[in-house]
């Protein structure tokens, strides 16, 4: 059974997308658009049903983001919005495959969804930078060769790699290997300390470049544990 992920804050919106496709599909939500990547490398959905006004993260930024980082750009993601359809063609070309307007035309819906699912994804390779605030497991040696373990806090990531806060001062060129944080530490790939910038002495941000990026949803299950 395919699995589809909700991420919406309308907690009765969710019930009823829920109770629509749930006969067909594995269902998984969030109210919390914030949880919304963590959700996605957790339980690889199929598809994302998402809404576009949310606290916090809008639903564009997430879209942006869900089709921009590498081991998520292959889910196709349908707005499902109580917003004007002029919407339609902006968040379209932020990555969603389709935009359905509240109250939602369930039968469109499960047809789009099926063609979907069925449909070979198509690659997305856009480098678009987004903000996004997520932990960081950063695992390697030091200069000295002494090994080196410390947690960042991403200010900023791209399918490319990412800018972070980091409380221990790290050598520039430095390969580290990525874990995001939650639940488990899931690895992302290698990076290299590419640059530093120093707005705030006490804790510099560092911005990292991926060498080596692994395709997360079919490597989930091969993750270290914490």
Request: glycine residues 6%; charged residues 30%.
């Amino acid at each position: 059974m395919s699995r589809i992920l909700i991420v919406d804050d309308d907690e009765t919106m969710r019930e009823l997308l829920r109770e629509s496709l749930k006969e067909e599909y594995e269902i998984v939500d969030t109210g919390d658009p914030q949880n919304a990547l963590v959700m996605a490398l957790e339980h690889k959905p199929d598809a994302i049903l998402l809404d576009l006004s949310m606290p916090g993260l809008s639903g564009f930024e997430l879209c942006q983001a869900l089709s921009s980082l590498s081991f998520t750009q292959h889910i196709p993601i349908f707005i499902v919005s109580a917003e004007d359809k002029r919407n339609k063609a902006f968040a379209e070309s932020l990555g969603a495959s389709d935009y359905f307007q509240k109250p939602v035309d369930f039968d469109r819906l499960r047809a789009r969804l099926e063609v979907a699912l069925r449909s070979k994804p198509a690659e997305r390779r856009s480098e678009v930078r987004f903000q996004l605030r997520v932990t960081l497991k950063l695992v390697g040696n030091d200069k000295e060769g002494k090994p080196l373990e410390v947690h960042a806090t991403t200010d900023n990531m791209s399918a490319g790699g990412f800018l972070c806060t980091c409380p221990t001062a790290l050598e520039m060129g430095m390969t580290v290997d990525v874990f995001l944080c939650r639940g488990g530490d899931h690895h992302l790939g290698t990076a290299r300390a590419v640059r530093m910038e120093r707005s705030d002495p006490e804790h510099p941000r560092y911005g990292f470049a991926f060498a080596k990026k692994i395709n997360l949803p079919e490597k989930l299950n091969e993750a270290p544990s914490a």
